[in-house]
């Protein structure tokens, strides 16, 4: 597990728990919960950039490129889908979908890990 | 995409102008129930466009949504993996890489007919969770009991661990959805 993972992991879990907690409170999603979720997003950009930065300077990624880069490009639609959503419904499930978001993520990171090592 | 069909579908569902329930018997509340669907999303053009007065399709809000959301995430990564498994490793375990696809064939429909409105869909939908639950309890119990024979994973091995059990909980929490919000009984 590299500093990419312990990231998203850290951001990943904030914005779930933020998004659950204001679903839990019936509230609709705000400012706060959507710019969590753009931290997720913000977060898998920076693994992004690392991942071909590391790759244009010649390491080898041990699994499948195709997979690594499936799951990263699938992982960074996740949060733009979860958010225009949420826009269409301003309810407090919507919430928890985005809470959804950064457990998701969190998962692609650790499989991405695995993938890369 | 998905989102625009939706909404389009849905101010045609408040409009039934349709000849069948135009009649007398159909109060106004009856008027918006899942149940009275619209042949074509492209007849809200004729339809009263009566967005406030009765609620159209209920499934695919609130709850339902979150339900939708996570349906889809799981029809994604099993339509993935299936395909990766079938495309890379196909030889190694063609029942469970079956599995797999099938697999991610009835989260797609599960999927779908969740978020579309009307009584088809409701049906659909309600096939889809049945199997799926089917599914994970019958490869779940298969890969406990019978685990030479089921080494390779699927979504649904061990009653989904991989996966958090999710896979489990999911089409339990979809039948509840689906029969709180089941539509209407249709009047003669």
């Given amino acids: 597990m590299d500093a990419y993972f312990y990231i998203i992991l850290v951001v990943g879990l904030l914005s779930t728990i933020i ?8 509230k609709a999603p705000n400012d706060t919960t959507i710019l969590s979720v753009a931290a997720v997003e913000l977060s898998l950009v920076v693994y992004l950039v690392g991942s071909v930065v590391r790759v244009a300077s010649g390491e080898q990624i041990a699994g499948e ?16 889908g979860a958010v225009y959503w949420a826009i269409l419904e301003r309810t407090r499930w919507s919430n928890f979908v985005l809470a959804a978001v950064g457990v998701t993520a969190l998962v692609m990171a650790a499989r991405m890990n695995q993938i890369w090592y | 995409m998905e989102e625009a069909e939706n909404v389009s579908a849905k101010s045609s569902q408040d409009g039934t102008g349709t000849p069948a329930v135009s009649s007398p018997m159909t109060g106004p509340g009856e008027a918006g ?18 967005t406030a007065a009765a609620p159209a399709n209920t499934r695919n809000t609130g709850p339902g949504r979150l339900l939708i959301a996570v349906y889809a995430v799981f ?9 990766y498994q079938i495309l890379t490793k196909f030889s ?3 029942l469970a890489y079956l ?9 797609v429909v599960a999927t779908v007919s969740l978020a579309k409105p009307g009584r088809t869909a409701f049906k659909v939908s309600v096939v889809a969770v049945l199997v799926e ?44 959805w689906l029969y709180r919000r089941r539509p209407a009984p249709l009047k003669a």
């Fill in chain 2, 92 to 94: 190694e375990a063609p």
């Fill in chain 1, 65 to 80: 490129p195709w997979e690594f880069w499936g799951y990263l490009a699938t992982a960074l639609l996740l949060p733009i």
């Fill in chain 2, 99 to 107: 599995l797999s696809a099938f697999a991610a064939v009835v989260y």
């Fill in chain 2, 33 to 50: 129930l899942p149940g009275a669907r619209s042949t074509e999303a492209g007849t809200a053009d004729t339809a009263p466009a009566d």
């Fill in chain 2, 75 to 83: 029809a994604i990564s099993a339509t993935a993996r299936a395909g």
């Fill in chain 1, 19 to 26: 998004c659950v907690a204001a679903g839990i409170m019936k």
């Fill in chain 2, 133 to 176: 639950l089917v599914g994970v309890l019958v490869v779940g119990a298969l890969s406990v009991f019978d685990s030479v024979n089921f080494p390779h994973e699927t979504v649904w091995s061990l009653f989904g661990r991989g996966y958090g059990f999710i896979p489990l909980l999911l089409p339990i929490l979809g039948l509840i």
